[in-house]
């Protein structure tokens, strides 16, 4: 849910909540360049499968699909 007005969540994981003990929640922008950017807009992104983790002081998204 959009914390701020003006602001859109593009992507959620309900099964994850389902499935799983979700210790922290982290809110996060994502950097973007190139034709996915539209296809973002469009919400045409799949968090199936994907996980985060923490590399030196960023949290990078893996296996994270954004159809074109």
């Known amino acids: ?8 969540q593009i992507a959620g994981n309900r099964k994850a909540f389902h499935d799983y003990f979700i210790e922290e929640r982290y809110e996060a922008g994502i ?3 190139g034709t996915e950017v539209k296809s973002v807009r469009a ?4 968090l199936k499968d994907s996980f985060c ?7 990078m998204v893996y296996a994270m699909h954004i159809s074109l």
């Open 53 to 59: 983790q923490v590399k030196n002081g960023e949290l």
């Open 31 to 33: 950097e973007l360049c």
């Open 1 to 8: 849910m959009p914390i701020h007005k003006g602001t859109k």
């Open 43 to 46: 919400g045409k992104v799949n």
